[in-house]
């Protein structure tokens, strides 16, 4: 089965060369191929009726194109697939069921035992558990480097490693990494660079530009936007997407997303540039005010000039995104504290809502971390995650605000 060469009338749509925003709207559907229908149509079907034996047997050998089982492909899938990887800068795209079914189906079919993966220091709580204790059990050995340095992973190096796998800017503690650093070493060893784009988007960040080989999203997050799906994607070339697909989703994970959920994430990504233009800017603000408030005693945004990653953001990212990590004077108890004080602003894990989130890493998002590993890699049981939502800013700020007189938390 050979996705990748089905040509569509609508294929003209993404050649030529709109921009970002009129992509995320249009790219890759013609309403003329269906009818007339602004919208695409949902195509809720589990198989494919084929024209013949021989034709259902030659798109299971690969020799035939076309869709046959929906945990494969699936016309819906297919166009946000081809959005997505026009939006990336990719040649092809994979969605699968969760941002953890994009990472296990494309690790599961790129190691072998024996292999190593070299990671950054932070990764995502659940990133954490499935290389630290899933493909660390089979045989694959995970090593950590502080990519910040990149000198650090030149000499980190060893015959086995095969990926080199990190997050920027990092979940929870907005670590930016110079994407274009990391990937020109990793590219001269032939390892394999996979960037976790989550936090950033297509639309701020395309890590393709800067070198990387494959791209992932919990589409859960910015791509879709409104807390209403859970989804994933991966992006690179289309020989690579084709074997994750055809081994990684098909055999190993089944992860495929629901044709309804993909509808659902191409409703949102029309949307993307708006709503990141107003996360980014009212996140802006929420981090500067963090800033001048007695009671905070750190704040990770990479927007601010007084960040240690602000320059490199600055570099390869076109906003600074939603998403802000802080610390407060008198630690743990104080941020539960303080979470608990807050009215409008729910406590919940996930992020790029509509609505602002917060939540305490250390016992939530990255629980899967023992409390060494999170002193090793720099989780602090003091940090809180706030996601700013699209509500108006002078609201999340007031509401912060009375959070902060309602309860005593130390002064500088
Ligand atoms: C949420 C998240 C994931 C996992 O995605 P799910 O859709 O929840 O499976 C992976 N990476 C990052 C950076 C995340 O924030």
Same mark, same amino acid.
């Given at each position: 089965?050979?996705?990748?060469?089905?040509?569509?009338?609508?294929?003209?749509?993404?050649?030529?060369?709109? +921009?970002?925003?009129?992509?995320?709207?249009?790219?890759?559907? @013609?309403?003329?191929?269906?009818?007339?229908?602004?919208?695409?149509?949902?195509?809720?079907?589990?198989?494919?009726?084929?024209?013949?034996?021989?034709?259902?047997?030659?798109?299971?050998?690969?020799?035939?194109?076309?869709?046959?089982?929906?945990?494969? !492909?699936?016309?819906?899938? %297919?166009?946000? #697939?081809?959005?997505?990887? +026009?939006? #990336?800068?990719?040649?092809?795209?994979?969605?699968?069921?969760?941002?953890?079914?994009?990472?296990?189906?494309?690790?599961?079919?790129?190691?072998?035992?024996?292999?190593? &993966?070299?990671? %950054?220091?932070?990764?995502?709580?659940?990133?954490?558990?499935?290389?630290?204790?899933?493909?660390?059990?089979?045989?694959?050995? /995970?090593?950590?480097? +502080?990519?910040?340095?990149? *000198?650090?992973?030149?000499?980190?190096?060893?015959?086995?490693?095969?990926?080199?796998?990190?997050?920027?800017?990092?979940?929870?503690?907005?670590?930016?990494? %110079?994407?274009?650093? /990391?990937?020109? /070493?990793?590219?001269?060893? @032939?390892?394999? !660079?996979?960037?976790?784009?989550?936090?950033?988007?297509?639309?701020?960040?395309?890590?393709?530009?800067?070198?990387?080989?494959?791209?992932?999203?919990?589409?859960?997050?910015?791509?879709?936007?409104?807390?209403?799906?859970?989804?994933?994607?991966? !992006?690179?070339?289309? @020989?690579?997407?084709?074997?994750?697909?055809?081994?990684?989703?098909?055999?190993?994970?089944?992860? =495929?997303?629901?044709?309804?959920?993909?509808?659902?994430?191409?409703?949102?990504?029309?949307?993307?540039?708006?709503?990141?233009?107003? *996360?980014?800017?009212?996140?802006?603000?929420?981090?500067?005010?963090?800033?001048?408030? %007695?009671?905070?005693?750190? &704040?990770?945004?990479?927007?601010?000039?007084?960040? =240690?990653?602000?320059?490199?953001?600055?570099?390869?990212?076109?906003?600074?995104?939603?998403?802000?990590?802080?610390?407060?004077?008198?630690?743990?108890? =104080?941020?539960?504290?303080?979470?608990?004080?807050?009215?409008?602003? *729910?406590?919940?894990?996930?992020?790029? +809502?509509?609505?602002?989130?917060?939540?305490?890493?250390?016992?939530?998002?990255?629980?899967?971390? !023992?409390?060494?590993?999170?002193?090793?890699?720099?989780?602090?049981?003091?940090?809180?995650?706030?996601?700013?939502?699209?509500?108006?800013?002078?609201?999340?700020?007031?509401?912060?605000?009375?959070?902060?007189?309602? /309860?005593? &938390?130390?002064?500088?």
């Amino acid at each position: 089965m050979k996705i990748d060469t089905i040509a569509k009338a609508s294929d003209k749509k993404t050649s030529q060369h709109y +921009d970002f925003a009129t992509r995320a709207i249009h790219s890759s559907y @013609d309403p003329a191929d269906e009818q007339g229908s602004l919208n695409p149509p949902i195509y809720m079907t589990s198989t494919f009726v084929g024209q013949s034996a021989e034709h259902v047997g030659d798109m299971f050998a690969g020799e035939s194109d076309g869709h046959f089982y929906s945990r494969i !492909s699936n016309p819906t899938l %297919d166009l946000l #697939e081809r959005r997505v990887a +026009d939006l #990336e800068g990719a040649e092809a795209s994979l969605a699968t069921a969760s941002g953890m079914g994009a990472i296990s189906a494309t690790l599961w079919s790129l190691v072998s035992p024996g292999d190593e &993966i070299i990671v %950054d220091m932070t990764l995502y709580g659940c990133t954490f558990a499935f290389m630290r204790h899933g493909l660390a059990k089979f045989g694959v050995k /995970i090593k950590h480097v +502080d990519m910040t340095q990149p *000198h650090l992973l030149r000499a980190a190096f060893s015959q086995d490693t095969k990926i080199v796998y990190f997050e920027t800017p990092a979940n929870p503690n907005m670590r930016v990494i %110079d994407i274009a650093a /990391i990937t020109q /070493i990793a590219a001269e060893f @032939d390892a394999i !660079s996979i960037v976790d784009n989550t936090y950033g988007s297509p639309y701020l960040c395309r890590p393709i530009e800067h070198g990387a080989d494959l791209v992932i999203h919990s589409a859960t997050k910015y791509m879709s936007g409104h807390g209403d799906v859970v989804g994933g994607l991966v !992006s690179g070339t289309a @020989d690579t997407i084709q074997n994750i697909r055809l081994f990684g989703l098909k055999d190993m994970t089944g992860a =495929a997303m629901s044709p309804m959920t993909a509808m659902l994430l191409m409703r949102g990504i029309k949307t993307l540039p708006l709503r990141m233009d107003r *996360h980014c800017e009212s996140a802006m603000q929420v981090a500067h005010w963090l800033d001048n408030q %007695d009671q905070t005693s750190a &704040i990770y945004y990479p927007g601010l000039t007084t960040s =240690a990653f602000h320059h490199v953001a600055a570099r390869q990212m076109s906003g600074f995104g939603g998403m802000i990590a802080f610390e407060l004077n008198g630690g743990k108890p =104080a941020a539960l504290k303080f979470i608990n004080a807050l009215n409008l602003i *729910h406590c919940a894990v996930s992020l790029g +809502d509509a609505e602002t989130l917060i939540q305490h890493p250390a016992t939530m998002t990255h629980a899967a971390y !023992s409390a060494e590993e999170r002193v090793q890699f720099g989780i602090s049981d003091d940090l809180i995650r706030i996601s700013v939502g699209l509500e108006s800013v002078s609201d999340i700020i007031a509401d912060l605000s009375q959070a902060f007189d309602n /309860i005593n &938390i130390a002064h500088k």
